[in-house]
């Protein structure tokens, strides 16, 4: 019997299968028996689905557009050494498809048609790094250094607080506890000491005190070996702390402005107390019976470098000693002294050279406050001016002789030390004495 079937020699298929059928439904019709036909590992119950389509062998083959998808995956793990092999397993079930007849799945129209397809070459590790470059950019940014939410949520920039929310006063840091070191305590709290006295005695103090924390010079070094001895290990002068009253006298500070002096300094003799204008910081105060004033000589080497600190520390002296009485004193934000009821009570002005102090604060215990009506008393013209006895509610009155021994303790405890009793023979303070 002749055999009507011819041979395309490109192809070992029966020649009747390449032409296609008149109509689209006959076409799509007889496609699949026809490949089925070519393959008899193929059962005809396999159908096409959505994810792969028959292929010869009895496995499925993804559509043509999924190889590039396998092939980008490759490509971008051969970077990675340690993924490359679990990625070659995972896409190894996704062979490329040889040479035979394929079902187009896009045009149909064409119908059967021949495509040989051969094994692509592995890609290039060059062209593997530029393919993973921008992986390892997100990678970098996403989980080197992971970026916080609000910074994708959030475009625009954190508002300032409002200048209506309240701020917190500034707070004192107590010192480690350390060796308690000691002081000389010289206690004139009972008497009225003049200004200029007390002032040259903090002069003489401090300069004695910095001569001592002086190297030795060459000339010292030139001297007896007895003498440099004895010269080298003398101590330095000691810490002191001076608690005493005035008779009234106003002072000024370096930045004092005269505005604040309602009175004309000069012209002494329309002048309600005598006027002095002082190296100490601050702006116009009074000084006068009635009023406890500390003038601590200290090296803040031995304590803490700190200025703001120090200002702090003599605050809180005065506060731990308001509440023994029952008195809450407390800061107020931007302003020195202490404050109680809106109302200051002590005053702080210092002045600090070379680590070394002088000058100090002033608790206005039961003055005469018809002083301060000549003067802006620190500056501030719209806060009053308050003593302790105005919160006093004891039966007895208060003097400046009962607060002195709460400053005292509250001094200790504040700078961590042990007040000393000076007395009354030390060559230094012959001169505060009144005469």
């Known amino acids: 019997m002749h055999d009507t079937t011819t041979h395309n020699p490109r192809i070992d298929q029966p020649a009747a299968l390449s032409m296609p059928p008149a109509s689209r439904p006959e076409r799509r019709a007889a496609a699949a028996p026809a490949l089925v036909a070519a393959s008899p590992r193929i059962e005809t119950s396999l159908p096409s689905t959505a994810h792969g389509y028959p292929h010869a062998h009895g496995r499925v083959c993804l559509p043509p557009g999924a190889f590039a998808v396998r092939s980008y995956a490759l490509m971008t793990a051969s970077s990675f050494s340690f993924l490359y092999s679990p990625c070659r397993l995972l896409t190894s079930h996704f062979p490329t498809p040889p040479s035979h007849r394929l079902f187009h799945p896009t045009g149909m129209a064409r119908g059967l048609y021949t495509r040989t397809r051969q094994r692509q070459p592995p890609p290039s590790p060059l062209l593997s790094i530029y393919v993973c470059c921008p992986f390892l950019v997100l990678l970098q940014l996403f989980f080197l250094h992971p970026t916080p939410v609000s910074a994708f949520t959030s475009t625009s920039p ?110 002494p003799s329309t002048a309600p107390a005598a006027l002095f204008k002082t190296e100490r910081g601050g702006e116009a105060t009074w000084h006068g019976p009635g009023q406890l004033v500390a003038y601590p000589l200290l090296d803040l080497k031995h304590y803490r470098q700190d200025l703001h600190w120090y200002l702090r520390a003599l605050e809180e002296v005065v506060i731990r000693t308001l509440a023994p009485l029952g008195i809450e004193g407390g800061r107020e934000e931007g302003l020195t002294g202490v404050w109680v009821e809106g109302r200051k009570v002590a005053a702080v002005g210092v002045k600090v050279k ?41 039966e007895e009155g208060l003097t400046v002789e009962d607060v002195a021994p709460l400053m005292k303790r509250a001094f200790e405890e504040v700078f961590g030390i042990v007040l000393v009793d000076a007395g009354e023979s030390s060559e230094e303070c012959q001169e505060v004495r009144i005469r």
């Open 158 to 267: 954190p508002s300032p607080p409002s200048a209506s929310a309240p701020r917190l006063p500034p707070t004192f840091e107590p010192l480690p506890s350390l060796h308690r070191a000691h002081v000389l305590l010289h206690d004139w709290s009972n008497r009225l000491t003049p200004y200029q006295n007390a002032w040259d005695t903090q002069h003489r103090l401090v300069d004695a005190k910095l001569a001592s924390l002086l190297p030795p010079t060459a000339s010292s070094s030139s001297s007896s070996s007895s003498s440099s001895s004895s010269s080298s290990s003398s101590p330095a002068s000691p810490d002191r702390l001076l608690l005493l009253q005035h008779p009234p006298t106003y002072t000024l500070g370096t930045g004092s402005t005269p505005t604040n002096l309602l009175f004309d300094p000069s012209n």
């Open 354 to 394: 070379r680590w070394v102090t002088m000058h100090g604060m002033a608790l206005n215990v039961n003055p005469s406050m018809d002083y301060f009506k000549h003067i802006v008393p620190c500056g501030i013209g719209d806060r009053p001016v308050g003593s302790v006895m105005d919160f006093w509610k004891g």
